[in-house]
């Protein structure tokens, strides 16, 4: 494909937030291309945007919908400008038979419902057709590949060995080669939970990356249980960990009331934390609820200090810092709170040694019956 063929021209790409998606729109900016932009996550496209105009002087449309909803599709298509409308380039794989469904969720947690969901969607349109799935995964795997149902999982690693094969074939696919290697090495830093900046601010891995926690709480409990996400608000990242098991809640004795305890790692007041939390979703206005409330917290809070109190010789730095914390009508209360941010300072010995003291006591809270 030369320049001077594609140069003004417009181009249509969905999934340009991330991925191959990303790497194509930057190649046909790079070539003069006008770019119509589609992706659920409005900030990173438009961030996208303005490097795109600034850096090749293309015009850059966006669109934030997401292609599984018809409708929406329909809605943001019809609401071009007649001169967006005239679209050159459309990159669309269709079979006669069968309709295969990629899946590129590069900072995302998996989840079964992911395919699940395309595959409802694109079942509607294709009623007589065969539907193949691939789970493509350029970003770091926070789950076993069990979580997710696919005929096939292609990971980074994987993508890059196929890529290899047909080096100096493809400006494209040379292209989104480099970039994957870039992100691949870029993951491989974000493992480390112990890295750090202090220059200009503080900047702990542990609190920027999901990656980096995700690697922190597999170290000490079981992967599969690994909870990862995003505040949808501000973009800040947390991960938690159910004490009891994914999913599970404890019953409070004489109500329809359900509580859960977990760990959860996230940055409060700039600052790398791992807090145990007693939640609970309720009505606050029903004044008996919140006493029957108020009464399973302080239990519980004086089991697990108990049980602090009895291993205070297998657990002498979480005996150290224990806190005495009030209760509150939050739905989240704080039963503990670890402050990671001497520990990643003093380096790995000392964080290996605290981290083996939350795995011991993760294990004894595990034997106590807290219903």
Partial sequence: ???????GKIAFIS??????????????????????LCARRENILNELKENLEKQYGIKVKNLVFDVRNYDDVLKNINSLDDEWKKIDILVVLKGLNRVYIIEDK????????????????IRK?????????????????????????????????MFKEILEKYRNKSEILDSYYEHLVRKLNDYKNMENYLEYELIPDEKWNICRFRIAQY????????????????????GSVYSEYNLLGKDKNIQIAGTNQEFRIFWRIEELRKEPCLRLIFYHEYDKKNEELKNIRKEKYETVYEKIYS??????????KIYKIKGKYKYTNNYKIIILRINLKEYIKAGKDEMDKLMNEVKKLHGYLQNENFE
């Fill in 1 to 7: 494909m030369e320049e001077n063929r594609v140069k």
């Fill in 15 to 36: 999934g340009a937030s991330s991925g191959i998606g990303k790497a194509t729109a930057e190649k046909l900016a790079q070539m003069g291309v006008n770019l119509i």
């Fill in 106 to 121: 590069v900072h995302s947690s998996e989840s079964k419902d992911q395919i699940v969901g395309y595959k409802g969607e």
């Fill in 125 to 157: 349109e294709y009623k007589n057709s065969e539907i193949k799935t691939v789970y493509f995964k350029t970003g770091f795997h926070f789950s076993p590949d069990k979580n997710v149902e696919a005929d096939k999982i292609i990971t980074g690693k």
């Fill in 215 to 234: 690697c922190f709480l597999k170290e000490m409990f079981l992967e599969e249980r690994v909870e990862s996400s995003a505040n949808s608000k501000n």
């Fill in 307 to 316: 049980v602090i109190e009895e291993y205070k010789n297998e657990l002498p």
